[in-house]
């Protein structure tokens, strides 16, 4: 198994960043992949961001190209997700994730984001 808890919500304005993070632990060496998630009220919960668990390769959904950054510390055993430009429409609740054996797992607790205009 693998536990995931996240941290760095909060109410921002537009234009403001976030930095959310993502504290792994447990069996954390057959997790092939990792993620950030997002459900908005009355939409269905969204992929942002996914890092492979080396680093080496990176994904993200289109409305967050370019303003958003995931990464992962292998030492620290986290995955971060750097929020830039914030807009009202980033508002949800955010779940970090962890995908093997072509699934994912593992879920965070969520950490909610706010973005007033």
């Known amino acids: 198994q693998v536990q995931l808890v996240e941290s760095g919500g909060g109410l921002v304005q537009a234009g403001d960043s976030l930095r959310l993070s993502c504290a792994a632990s447990?069996?954390?060496?057959?997790?092939?992949?990792w993620g950030w998630f997002r459900r908005a009220p009355g939409k269905e919960r969204e992929l942002v961001a996914r890092?492979?668990?080396?680093?080496?390769?990176?994904s993200y959904t289109n409305s967050v190209k370019g303003r958003f950054t995931i990464s992962r510390d292998n030492a620290k055993n986290t995955v971060d997700l750097q929020m830039n430009s914030l807009q009202p429409d980033d508002t949800a609740v955010y779940y970090c994730?962890?995908?093997?054996?072509?699934?994912?797992?593992?879920w965070g607790q969520g950490t909610q984001v706010t973005v007033s205009s």
């Open positions: 890092i492979a668990w080396n680093g080496e390769s990176q």
């Open positions: 447990g069996r954390t060496f057959y997790v092939s992949q």
């Open positions: 994730a962890a995908n093997w054996n072509l699934d994912w797992r593992s």
